[in-house]
């Protein structure tokens, strides 16, 4: 007994200290599949380290960190990195004495979009030259600062993670933009391509503001972050078009009563395992978001933190598409396009489906209960359903006596706050086959179904690193509070 009780404690005291183990190096492993034989273990590249990097692959998980310590010559290290053309983890290079990285000639990708982010070139003061010709991705945010003498940016790799460059001998075209207040409110003028995201904060647009310094703004690669100001929408960024590799959070803004950011089409995900997403809250109580804003961040398949909005009632239309507010069946045009309102089909109305043939987006909630349909083909144009400020199914099919096809033949997401975004309960017919959730993997993004009272399926092309690295933390933990609890505590 006494030897089990030293075992736990011994096991318990490992998993603490290895918390900081398990952040770094254990956190790659569970991303990426690593061969055990291709692994670089230490963190600081020195003469001391190199000799354990796994010389003969082509892929590496680790980290690799060059700094004042590494004492590695170019001679030295052409020969250990000759075959590395992927990098799983971080890449840093701080304060070396390198006047170029030509020993990583050959590298092509660095996967670091889960460990820390990092690809981080600063402050090396002999640097003319990165020496990286074959380099072609990087999936985390790029951060050239400080080198004094570095003229041969990789710009589009730069501008596509999101990243910036500054204080070198030549800098990239686009504007490191970042923290934004009252002092530093003229910093994107004349900028069309912004890069380090927006973050505003204190500025107040009634006192007087002069926000036009936003209104050439196009492209932001970053997040948009606005915070404590009383700006009543963003439409100072009257010609942003695109987001990239960054979220939308907006708080404490109380009298935001819409988001203004008309001519916005895409958000473009920072990879497929890290895609953007939103946060809107502490505004104004009439808050909304238009259909044109919705179907936007749909399509891009932002997923939605929080969002305390509804819909814009007098959003009437997009691009000359008709947005019409849903009444009922009678009285809906059967050329409008998208919808808003919650529709309910039953026995009482469903000889006029028709109608929604033409349907793209519901901005609302459908409600398909106790017909005779025998198909939801009336449906065959519907892509998006965003059920905001509510827990429903943002699609219920219900207790349809005769249907033999419930399948949403161009459907791509539903989406509600609820844990399920679409519920079948009670149909009878062919349609009751368990078969019917793999027919939505392929177009469905990040939509839960509910099956009859059994969950289907969560589908997302999304999958997070973060709840594996949860759920094995959590098992251990237990597993250990039971030993303790069964032979240490008497």
């Known amino acids: 007994m006494l030897l089990l009780r030293a075992l736990l404690i011994s096991l318990f005291g490992l998993f603490i200290e290895g918390q900081e183990y398990i952040s770094d190096f254990y956190y790659i492993g ?23 990097f796994p010389v003969e692959c082509a892929t590496v998980c680790g980290k690799m960190m060059f700094t004042s310590e590494s004492d590695v010559s170019i001679y030295e290290a052409t020969p250990y990195f000759k075959n590395l053309t992927r990098l799983n983890g971080a890449l840093l290079f701080d304060r070396t004495l390198y006047k170029s990285f030509e020993f990583l000639a050959n590298l092509e990708e ?32 790029i951060t050239i600062y400080e080198n004094q003498h570095l003229t041969d940016l990789p710009c589009d790799l730069i501008s596509a993670s999101g990243g910036a460059a500054d204080g070198n001998l030549e800098n990239c075209k686009e504007c490191a933009l970042g923290s934004i207040n009252i002092d530093s409110i003229r910093k994107p003028e004349n900028c069309t391509t912004g890069t380090l995201g927006i973050y505003l904060r204190d500025v107040f647009y009634w006192s007087g503001t002069d926000m036009s310094a936003f209104s050439q703004l196009e492209n932001l690669t970053g997040s948009l972050e606005v915070f404590s100001t009383d700006v009543p929408n963003l439409g100072f960024l009257n010609n942003l078009k695109r ?26 995900p920072f990879s497929e395992n890290r895609r953007a997403s939103i946060s809107i809250s502490t505004v104004h109580s009439e808050f909304c978001l238009t259909v044109g804003e919705m179907e936007t961040f749909l399509s891009s398949g932002v997923k939605f933190n929080n969002v305390e909005a509804k819909p814009c009632i007098n959003d009437s239309r997009i691009d000359n598409i008709n947005i019409c507010v849903y009444e009922s069946m009678k009285t809906f ?15 009482e109305n469903e000889d006029d489906v028709e ?17 005779k349909l025998k198909s939801l083909e009336f449906l065959k144009n519907l892509e998006f359903v965003a059920l905001l ?6 699609v219920i099919v219900s207790h349809n006596s005769v249907i033999e096809d419930m399948t949403f033949k161009n459907l791509k997401r539903a989406f509600s706050f609820g844990k399920y975004h679409i ?21 469905l993004t990040d939509t839960a179904i509910k099956l009859n009272g059994f ?3 969560v589908l997302s092309r999304f999958d997070t690193i973060d709840e594996k690295l949860s759920t094995t933390i959590n098992f251990m933990s237990s597993i250990i509070i039971i030993c303790f609890t069964l032979f240490i505590i008497p």
């Open 389 to 394: 400020n509510d827990s429903r199914p943002a």
């Open 110 to 141: 660095v996967h670091c979009e889960q460990l820390y982010g990092i690809f981080s070139i600063t402050n090396n003061e002999h640097l003319q030259h990165l020496g990286l010709d074959k380099l072609k991705m990087v999936t985390c945010m």
């Open 30 to 52: 569970l991303q990426f599949e690593c061969d055990p034989q291709c692994w670089f273990n230490e963190s600081v590249v020195t003469t001391k380290t190199l000799n354990k």
């Open 355 to 371: 109608v929604l043939k033409n349907v793209k987006m519901i901005f609302g909630q459908i409600t398909i209960n106790d017909t």
């Open 333 to 347: 045009k059967s050329s409008c396009s998208h919808l808003i309102g919650n529709i309910l089909i039953n026995s």
């Open 423 to 443: 519920e079948y309960e009670e149909n009878m017919g062919l349609a009751m086959k368990s078969d019917t959730c793999p027919e939505f993997r392929d177009r």
């Open 455 to 457: 969950e289907c399926e």
């Open 243 to 268: 987001i990239r590799s960054g979220d939308l959070i907006i708080s404490e803004c109380r009298n935001m009563t819409s988001l203004g950011l008309v001519p916005l089409v895409e958000f473009v």
